[in-house]
């Protein structure tokens, strides 16, 4: 249906006391025009607010700024709640930018819309194919966002005027708090009109914002009696009694819309305002509203009063013909009808912007709502359910008439209302989907449509409320006869939803029992794989041994044919990756899992095992092939909408990624975006644990104690113990953020619970949990025996791993803890084990530690070598504090720091190139160094410049390279 703004439709007459108002209206227009005095200038836009009981004249300082606006040349785009319209998702945001999208023919507007358009086409109500995805509400937002900020680009200056706001919806009123805060930014003037008592929770941002410190909302006063005797005296004449002017503000209350409609009335009988007059007086101010416009309105006979009822129940913009329909009228009754509701001012007179009636005020409109019997109100109702379903409006329009309609059991209506919630998921508006899908239930739906219906109702209130998610789809599950793709699909939603409400246990369960029950093999080995995946993120798994065991051996019997085994293959190599397995079997489950694609969006999986596959790559050493996966899992995501905590967590974990490699710059970026999503999607509580524990590293390792301390406390981080396994394992970096506090102590007793967390799992890889690292570090002082034990026992375990990133900050770490002449073999074999890897930031600590060790052992000039190295290296990580601790230990030294010698790039040279391609080729370090010229030490390091910027090791130098750019020729 077309949606239009209700335009004030009284006379053209001056705006009484309206004066701060319209002062206040001519500033922000002033503020958004792009010139002053012929000089350009950058607009500056922002929100203004006018706020009133019913009939204080808001919906008339709307025109007056539509009027003003347009006089600027400023395009307006307009909109406004209805107050039975509230449960049409985005029907402010309809009428707010359909208007500017209808000019466009479908390839201009896809194009405008671009890779937006399957994301909001069915929130703007444009055409929206059936298998267009689900995008989730955050995703539709962001793509109304972009929409909004390219048309206010477009259009140079821009003002949206949001009338009754206190009904709009509630998307458009989510999608209108996320986005108000950015008109600063851009030439768009947001004018606001609404009710404050009845104003809903869901509003209360844009009230606040609307309430800064620079600005405040309009609230409207009642016209004074002098205002009000200028209202009566323009209709009755000037000679009008002061007493009958005093006595018409008093019975209108100062009512801007009552003293209106009382004076035109006056003047309609000719009234001369005289004493004598009060009582006609009184009468026709009785019948402007409440129970005297009834009375008024029944006085017109039968037909119309229908008509009139018919017109309340379909809201704004009502179609005559639909309205004579559900009422029961003729096309000649109908015709009379309006020109008597017309002439009676309750239906407003033709503004020539479309061909739909409107009511004179939404106070006329509610009052003849009120007044309907409810059998009548029910009949018409459902009535209006059926005429706009036979005139093509489309289901949602329909479904918001069935949820006023009492359940009889009929299937029609259920259809209809599964229909419309289909079309609302597909508008990323899970909540009226479940309001729908709530009532279709209670019609009721037959019995073999129970169990999908409630399935449906799960998918829907996933976001919303996962515990209600559970409840649904054990009451599906109870249902008899349930198709068996159908059973596992909701099996598969309900152990996700109790995965999502900390039940892991029970998701772990849910699948196990599914699978000893499933009589189809792949459906079997589907259960199997969920049950894996939900076990291995329990933090309380009784036997994690076991599970691994039975992993691995079915591992061993599938190939990678379909998802389900490759869902498997993929836990296989996380489950090694954690276990501490040598990482050539972690990489070659990885890569079987691989070869028939994970999708991060497919619909009846989640994202864990493809992420999970991609990160095994990042601490097996590829960090750039973690990279790859990352970007175009994330992509898929954006792709279909799906920007809350599925982004939130692929900015989180790319942001890690970017740790591990060493740039930390970059990784808090993208861990800073990652947190700012997961703080504004509902139950991302998950993607929060994972952004801090980043966050906290990063911040670590960029020197910036106290600003990692403040991000601990305000999420309470080190005090709450997820029941979920999350990483880095958040007390792991806890432990590290006291370390870097000094309070050694309390890290070493927290890492000691760590330690035996672990262990009972097996779980003994230190490049997925440095444990043993952090606890040798806290223990070196106050017991360093058991300090050093840890550390060997961890380089062991690193070994048996094989990834030179861990081997080197195992080694480093042991060499720590060792201190004395004995640590300098062992820093050496650091930097050696670092300089294989892509680990900057390792490498650069190992660095400026072996040269802090040789400084302290008197070989100053090898000293100097390492700690130049390490400086730069930190430098260019990013590393603040490293690089003032190198600079520390070069001044002890007696050294003076000396300029960075290179400039820090992601391109490689030409010998780097060449060193790199003969290393992908096998060529022999001896072979390599003799071709560029070089020694073998300088080989090595010219290598280690290679994997750093590639982000990768050996293994994988030939892959990247296909794909890594080359060097432009000048």
């Keep these: 249906m077309a949606y239009q703004l209700r335009h004030p439709v009284t006379e053209d007459r001056p705006l009484l006391e309206r004066r701060r108002e ?45 009027t003003r606006a347009a006089a600027r040349g400023i395009t307006v ?95 458009s009123l989510g999608w209108l708090a996320s986005f108000a805060p950015r008109v600063a930014d851009l030439p768009l003037l947001i004018v606001l009109a609404y009710r404050p008592d009845d104003l809903p929770p869901e509003a209360e941002p844009l009230r606040l ?91 017109f006979g039968t037909a119309t009063t229908r008509f009139a009822y018919a017109a309340a129940v379909l809201g704004e913009s009502v179609s005559q013909e639909l309205a004579a329909g559900i009422a029961v009228v003729g096309s000649e009754a109908a015709a009379e009808a309006v020109e008597q509701l017309r002439a009676a001012r309750i239906l407003a007179e033709p503004d020539g912007t479309g061909d739909g009636l409107a009511f004179v005020h939404p106070l006329i409109a509610t009052t003849i709502y009120r007044s309907i019997p409810p059998h009548l109100r029910v009949g018409l109702h459902n009535q209006a359910a059926e005429a706009i379903r036979a005139a093509g409006f489309g289901p949602t329009a329909a479904a918001r008439h069935l949820l006023e309609v009492p359940c009889e059991g009929r299937t029609e209506a259920v259809a209809c209302l599964r229909e419309a919630a289909r079309e609302y998921l597909r508008a990323g508006a899970p909540e009226a989907a479940r309001r729908l899908l709530t009532r279709a239930l209670q019609e009721p739906p037959l019995p073999e449509q129970r169990a999908v219906l409630l399935h449906e109702l799960a998918c829907s209130t996933f976001l919303i409320t996962p515990t209600a998610t559970v409840a649904h789809l054990q009451e599906a599950l109870a249902e008899p006869g349930i198709e068996p793709e159908l059973r596992a699909s909701i099996v598969y939603r309900l152990t996700q939803a109790l995965a999502h409400t900390d039940r892991m246990a029970e998701a772990a369960s849910v699948a196990a029992e599914e699978a000893r029950r499933a009589g189809h093999p792949r459906i079997r080995l589907r259960m199997q794989a969920d049950h894996f995946v939900w076990s291995s993120f329990r933090a309380d798994e009784p036997d994690s041994a076991a599970r691994s065991r039975r992993l691995a ?12 085994e490759r869902y498997i293959l993929g836990l296989r190599a996380w489950d090694a990756v954690v276990c501490g397995e040598p990482r050539r079997t972690a990489l070659d489950y990885a890569e079987q899992a691989l070869r028939g694609g994970l999708s991060w969006t497919h619909e009846n999986r989640g994202f864990e095992v493809p992420v999970s596959v991609a990160l095994v790559f990042m601490y097996c050493d590829q960090p750039r092939r973690a990279e790859e996966l990352f970007a175009k899992g994330m992509a898929e995501c954006e792709t279909k909408g799906w920007r809350g905590s599925h982004l939130a967590l692929g900015q989180t974990l790319a942001g890690y990624i970017r740790y591990r490699r060493g740039c930390l710059a970059e990784a808090e970026n993208l861990v800073r975006e990652g ?24 911040l670590l390792a960029r020197g910036r104690t106290t600003a990692a301390r403040r991000l601990a406390d305000s999420y309470r981080y080190g005090t709450v113990v997820p029941n979920a396994v999350i990483y880095p394992e958040p007390r792991t970096v806890y432990a590290e ?29 230190p490049a997925w949990c440095p444990w043993q690292l952090r606890l040798a570090s806290a223990l070196a002082r106050s017991a360093p025996d058991r300090a050093v034990h840890h550390a060997q026992e961890a380089v062991k375990r690193a070994r048996d791993f094989g990834a030179a990133s861990v081997i080197g900050q195992a080694v480093h770490t042991l060499a720590e803890v060792t201190g004395g002449p004995a640590s300098l073999d062992l820093h050496a ?32 000039q090898e000293a100097a070598d390492r700690l130049y190295q390490g400086l730069e290296c930190a430098v260019h990580c990013g590393a603040e504090a490293l690089a003032v601790r190198a600079r520390d230990e070069l001044a002890t030294a007696g050294l003076r720091p000396l300029p960075l010698r290179y400039a820090q790039t992601d391109t ?14 096998g060529v022999d370090p001896v072979v390599i160094a003799g071709d560029l010229r070089l020694t073998e030490q300088g080989v090595r390091q010219l290598l280690s410049s290679v994997y750093r910027k590639i982000g990768t090791d050996a293994s994988g130098l030939a892959a990247a390279l296909e794909s890594f750019p080359r060097q432009r020729r000048p």
């Design 209 to 299: 914002l609307a309430t800064g410190p620079d600005r405040r909302p309009y609230a409207l006063e009642p016209l004074t009696a002098d205002g009000v005797a200028r209202i009566v005296r323009g209709e009755v004449g000037q000679d009008a009694e002061d007493g009958f002017c005093e006595e018409c503000w008093t019975v209108t209350g100062g009512s801007p819309f009552e003293a209106v409609e009382l004076a035109i009335r006056l003047g309609e009988r000719n009234l001369r305002g005289t004493r004598q007059e009060l009582p006609v007086m009184r009468d026709l101010a009785a019948a402007v509203k409440g129970p005297g416009l009834v009375e008024r309105l029944r006085g």
């Design 737 to 765: 953020l006291l370390l870097t506090e000094g309070r050694d102590a309390e890290a070493a007793a927290l890492l000691s619970e760590v330690g035996d967390w672990l262990e009972g799992r097996d779980w003994r890889n």
């Design 908 to 921: 490689l040279t030409a010998p780097e190139r060449r060193a790199a391609e003969l290393t992908a080729r």
């Design 22 to 66: 319209l002062r206040a209206l001519d500033a922000a227009l002033e503020a958004l025009a792009d010139t002053k005095d012929g000089v350009p200038r950058v607009p500056r836009g922002g929100l203004l607010a006018f706020t009133g009981p019913g009939g204080m004249g808001k919906t008339t300082l709307l025109a007056a700024a539509r």
């Design 77 to 171: 785009l307009s909109g406004s709640g209805g107050a039975n319209e509230q449960e049409m998702a985005f029907r402010v945001v309809r009428q707010l930018l359909q208007p500017a999208l209808a000019a466009m023919r479908e390839p201009e507007l896809r194009g405008f819309l671009g890779s937006w358009y399957d994301i909001v086409a069915a929130a703007l109500g444009l055409e929206a194919g059936d298998g267009t995805p689900a995008p989730d509400p955050t995703g539709v937002r962001d793509g109304l966002d972009w929409v909004m900020t390219r048309l206010a680009v477009q259009k140079a200056l821009v003002v949206l005027l949001l009338d009754d706001l206190h009904w709009a919806d509630v998307e």
């Design 675 to 698: 947190l700012r999503i997961a703080d504004r999607v509902e139950g991302a509580v998950p993607a929060q644990w994972y952004a801090i524990g980043v966050l906290v590293q990063t």
């Design 553 to 564: 051996r079915l591992a061993r019997k599938v190939t990678g044919r379909g998802i389900e």
């Design 829 to 860: 074999e650091a930097v050696d084990h670092l300089q294989r890897s892509p680990a900057s930031y390792e490498l650069a600590r190992a660095l400026v530690g072996h040269g802090a060790a040789l400084s302290r052992d008197g070989r100053l």
